[in-house]
């Protein structure tokens, strides 16, 4: 596995998949968050929206299971979405984990989860 993750950081580095370089020093103003799906329960709508109302100026995604897959598929090799799919979904929190560095590592802003 290491060498598989070694490869892909490779083929990061060759263009198939690079950070956002905006030129700015500073953090863009982007709040990601991830929920299974588009179906909140009312504890996170709440939390989403309370978030959301305290940062009026920021843009604010919410990413579910299918835009996670999406958002790979068209921003990094096939190589990432294969480790993707490979951990186990009843691991929801270590999918998540993964999206989370490859979606900071390309649009940047902050990452929050769902009961923050």
Not at 22 to 38: N, V, Y
Not at 53 to 79: C, E, H, M, Q, V
């Amino acid at each position: 596995m290491l060498r598989g993750i070694r490869d892909a950081a490779i083929d990061a580095a060759e263009g198939h998949a690079s950070p956002r370089d905006s030129g700015a020093d500073t953090i863009p103003k982007i709040i990601h968050q991830t929920f299974p799906g588009r179906s909140l329960p009312r504890e996170i709508r709440e939390s989403f929206e309370n978030i959301r109302g305290l940062n009026p100026t920021w843009d604010w995604r919410l990413y579910d299971d299918d835009d996670i897959i999406d958002f790979i598929k068209s921003n990094y090799a096939p190589t990432f979405l294969r480790y993707y799919e490979r951990i186990n979904p009843l691991y929801g929190a270590a999918r998540a984990d993964l999206f989370r560095y490859l979606m900071m590592y390309k649009c940047g802003g902050v990452y929050l989860d769902a009961k923050s």
